[in-house]
């Protein structure tokens, strides 16, 4: 397989850039950290929403917690006072931060980049960028797989938007068809991939290899028992149904099915895994970030199996293939096109037919009988793309090919 060379040092562009992001994450946290150890670029990041970092619940894991994870440490951030009444990213009125054009006036920006637009303090944010003539750059995951063209309304709309900002970063083949096909143009568009915290997924870590046989131990795993992984929230969006029913059809012999997370689902789930033998499917809790790389060194597959149209990449995907885990996903995960080649690393079935995901389940751990070292090997080059150097680097070529302004 042909891996990219690791990407070129990082030039600093000149630009003062502002960051516009509506709160805290496990994903990009890190990556603004790597940023500001590793590159000269001066930027700040504004954050309109505080989840994540304050202990809240979520109605879709049906728990509540904070990142376990430090969010904050190591780059310049600032929290813009958030006045909506219902806070959050699950509607337009969600983030609503009216002194967010002030605050972004303050410090001053040559450049501003938006992760997504469809929130009142992100337009309002925009048009003031757009006043000032700053250089706009945007950031963000959604394709058509599964979905469909959108009606031309809205088509005309996005183009209108899309149409105000200097460059795109683009995290994979599948987002940037869906740019493409609302009329940016190729000269807009930087790769920069969608990745992970690779210190955090560390396959040699100690303590992840201790964590993970502990956790097999607690399961009476024995040594050869092949395991399936779920990780995420037991939502009939990502199908945990489906698979549960698709793992009891093919009767794997030494083989186990382990759920990862709490949801609507879950009781469901556990009481139509009476029917396997004992053994054989398994459910542990919500785990947090520092949590997880145990539950992927469980793992010889990791499998999701999503059929909603929110899947946009798909991280847990990244997280897994770090610790050398192929994946098997469906053809709506947006990670599909560029990490899970079929037969390589990983597995594509076709969300909405359980017979397909079926008949990938069994051929997956056939191959993986056949020639597990080999597609671990295949997994582990895959990945080596998909770092924070790698995501810097299309930033870094986005921001080179917009001009600096001259600030009064």
């Given at each position: 397989?042909?891996?990219?060379?690791?990407?070129?040092?990082?030039?600093?562009?000149?630009?003062?850039?502002?960051?516009?992001?509506?709160?805290?994450?496990?994903?990009?946290?890190?990556?603004?950290?790597?940023?500001?150890?590793?590159?000269?670029?001066?930027?700040?990041?504004?954050?309109?929403?505080?989840?994540?970092?304050?202990t809240r619940r979520d109605p879709q894991f049906e728990t509540s917690f904070k990142w376990d994870v430090d969010l904050?440490?190591?780059?310049?951030?600032?929290?813009?006072?958030?006045?909506?009444?219902d806070p959050g990213t699950h509607h337009f009125g969600g983030l609503k931060n009216p002194t967010l054009p002030a605050r972004l006036a303050a410090w001053r920006p040559t450049a501003v980049l938006f992760f997504g637009y469809n929130w009142a303090a992100h337009l309002r944010g925009i048009l003031w960028a757009r006043g000032r003539r700053l250089p706009l750059l945007?950031?963000?995951?959604?394709?058509f797989l599964g979905r469909g063209t959108p009606p031309l309304r809205t088509r005309i709309?996005?183009?209108l938007l899309y149409a105000q900002f200097a460059a795109f970063l683009f995290v994979g083949a599948a987002n940037r068809d869906y740019f493409r096909r609302l009329g940016v143009p190729e000269r807009k568009l930087f790769f920069s991939p969608h990745s992970v915290d690779d210190t955090l997924y560390?396959?040699?870590?100690?303590?992840?290899?201790?964590?993970?046989?502990?956790?097999?131990?607690?399961?009476?795993?024995?040594?050869?028992?092949r395991v399936i992984l779920f990780a995420g929230k037991l939502v009939a969006a990502k199908q945990p149904r489906e698979l549960l029913d698709?793992?009891?059809?093919?009767?794997?012999?030494d083989t186990a099915l382990v759920f990862v997370g709490d949801g609507a689902e879950k009781s469901a789930l556990v009481a139509a895994a009476d029917a396997a033998p004992?053994?054989?499917?398994?459910?542990?809790?919500?785990?947090?970030?520092?949590?997880?790389?145990?539950?992927?060194?469980?793992?010889?597959?990791?499998?999701?199996?999503?059929?909603?149209?929110?899947?946009?990449?798909?991280?847990a995907v990244n997280e897994a293939m770090h610790l050398g885990v192929p994946a098997l996903v469906s053809d709506r995960v947006g990670c599909q096109q560029d990490l899970v080649i079929p037969g390589e690393t990983g597995w594509v079935f076709a969300a909405?037919?359980?017979?397909?995901?079926?008949?990938?389940?069994?051929?997956?751990l056939a191959a993986l009988d056949r020639d597990g070292e080999k597609i671990r090997a295949a997994v582990s080059a895959r990945i080596r793309r998909y770092t924070y150097a790698a995501t810097s680097a299309g930033l870094f070529a986005a921001l080179q090919s917009v001009p600096v302004p001259t600030r009064a």
């Open positions: 397989m042909n891996v990219p060379p690791p990407p070129a040092p990082l030039v600093a562009p000149g630009h003062r850039l502002a960051i516009v992001l509506s709160h805290p994450t496990q994903y990009y946290s890190p990556w603004f950290r790597w940023l500001g150890a590793n590159t000269p670029l001066e930027f700040r990041v504004f954050y309109l929403w505080e989840f994540g970092v304050n904050l440490s190591g780059y310049d951030s600032e929290f813009v006072p958030n006045v909506a009444a945007f950031r963000g995951d959604s394709h709309l996005l183009r560390d396959a040699s870590a100690p303590r992840h290899r201790a964590a993970a046989t502990a956790l097999r131990a607690q399961l009476g795993l024995a040594s050869g028992t698709a793992f009891l059809a093919i009767g794997a012999p004992a053994g054989r499917v398994h459910f542990l809790p919500f785990a947090n970030q520092s949590e997880m790389p145990a539950r992927y060194l469980l793992a010889d597959l990791f499998v999701l199996p999503s059929r909603g149209e929110y899947e946009t990449w798909g991280l909405t037919s359980p017979d397909d995901l079926r008949r990938q389940l069994a051929t997956a």
